[in-house]
């Protein structure tokens, strides 16, 4: 049997491990500039995407947070594009990137080999560009339609559940190029990421409830399930269809999910006003 000594150890292990797993998702999916020890490897990639709902619902809290104190010094739609426009410099575009170089690929028309190549092509086209703008758009538009409180459930848990979705695509799908920027991501495919993911979602639904319920928001406790819930089953339709056409996804697949739940998240959280009042 291990002494008392060498458990310890072993939790103080666990403990680094889960620390280093945490600050590479931080430093993966934000400009947080945290530093990380030594060589990286495909399995701490993998391991670290369980980690991402937690860097998503404090991404969520920030951005509710500044939105509400926004919300008291200027307009509602001002405050949006504000709000919306410093979650995006949080996460340096990447997400965005990932959604403009998809629609690119996606929507050329071109047999799968060409339509992989335009996705990792740096220029972005014209489809590229109306994806992010229409995106933003609906972004901006849905936020500045809630009230400081009726927001708390679409950035909390639709910022949580958006980043749940990649450990989930790379466990469902295979990656769709031979190399690629996700590509180390994908090695691995153990569950046990996706299960970290999914409790530390189910966390953010009850923070999000909690918060609903303590500001009197529409829907109070269950709006953050309801808008988890259709915010990632549209992005994992649209993904699902993706993965049709190119055989599997890729990372700029997986940013796309993210913009696409994170824009659902904010629409699903009007229709809980409109269907509440």
Same mark, same amino acid.
């Given at each position: ?13 666990? $403990?680094? $491990? ?19 020890? !030594? ?8 391991? $670290? ?29 001002? @405050? ?29 028309? @071109? ?29 901006v538009a849905a936020l500045s339609a809630l009230t ?27 990656? @769709? ?26 966390? !953010? ?25 259709? @915010? ?15 055989? !599997? ?29």
């Amino acid at each position: 049997m291990p002494t008392d000594d060498e458990r310890g150890a072993t939790g103080a292990m666990r $403990s680094g $491990s889960a620390a280093r797993q945490f600050t590479l998702a931080v430093t993966f999916l934000t400009g947080v500039p945290l530093t990380v020890e !030594g060589d990286v490897s495909p399995a701490d990639l993998w391991r $670290s995407m369980g980690w991402y709902p937690l860097v998503g619902l404090a991404l969520g809290a920030a951005a509710w947070g500044v939105y509400a104190g926004l919300l008291a010094l200027l307009p509602g739609l001002v @405050a949006a594009v504000l709000a919306v426009l410093l979650l995006e410099a949080a996460t340096g575009g990447l997400h965005m990137d990932g959604l403009m170089d998809t629609c690119d690929g996606y929507f050329s028309r @071109a047999p799968r080999e060409r339509a992989l190549e335009i996705m990792k092509d740096s220029n972005v086209g014209a489809m590229g560009v109306v994806g992010a703008v229409l995106i933003l758009i609906l972004k901006v538009a849905a936020l500045s339609a809630l009230t400081r409180a009726d927001a708390a459930a679409p950035l909390l848990a639709g910022w949580c559940a958006a980043r749940a979705l990649p450990a989930l695509d790379v466990y469902a799908w295979p990656y @769709a190029r031979a190399a690629g920027t996700g590509e180390a991501f994908t090695r691995e495919r153990t569950p046990g990421p996706v299960q970290l993911a999914g409790g530390l979602l189910a966390a !953010g639904l009850v923070v999000a409830g909690a918060v609903g319920l303590a500001v009197g928001a529409a829907g109070s406790w269950y709006a953050g399930l309801v808008v988890a819930v259709i @915010a990632m089953g549209v992005a994992l339709l649209v993904q699902a269809a993706v993965a049709k056409r190119l055989g !599997g996804l890729t990372g700029d697949v997986y940013g796309m999910g993210i913009e696409l739940a994170e824009a659902a998240a904010l629409v699903v959280g009007c229709a809980i006003v409109k269907l509440a009042g």
